[in-house]
């Protein structure tokens, strides 16, 4: 996959555009700090303490969710957070790291839900298609 724009994180206008696109679900853009993540089973603000935020979501699909990290992160580790979208009641989320890159002095990170249930599924759905 190759990004058509090196600069489409920082930019919150433009659209994630891809020359060739994997997923099968629309992604949309979300500006979001992460509430509480673990990665492997262990808090990463005990491990790395900064006042600013260590994790933050930038896009968001049914079956995913893209991180922009100040942390170097690899592909299969896993990522367990705190998400609450819309005002809806928060739940946890479980995801695999998928992939990762390096973008803008920040690390770029790809991952797959890996437990959701229906009503949290319809909730991340019907926020990606609003609009």
């Not at 896993?78 to 992939?99: E, R, T, V």
């Not at 839900?113 to 926020?127: C, E, T």
């Amino acid at each position: 996959m190759v990004l058509v724009s090196t600069s489409d994180i920082d930019d919150r206008n433009k659209l994630c555009r891809y020359k060739t696109e994997k997923r099968g679900k629309v992604r949309k853009r979300i500006e979001l700090e992460i509430s509480y993540p673990r990665v492997n089973d262990e808090s990463i603000y005990e491990k790395y303490k900064g006042e600013e935020p260590l994790l933050e979501a930038v896009n968001i699909s049914e079956f995913g969710i893209g991180f922009k990290s100040k942390l170097p992160l690899k592909s299969g580790d896993f990522i367990s957070f705190l998400l609450s979208i819309d005002g809806k009641p928060s739940f946890w989320c479980i995801s695999m790291i998928k992939w990762v890159g390096y973008n803008d002095k920040s690390y770029v990170i790809g991952c797959e839900f890996i437990s959701l249930n229906m009503q949290q599924i319809r909730v991340i759905r019907n926020f990606v298609d609003k609009d």
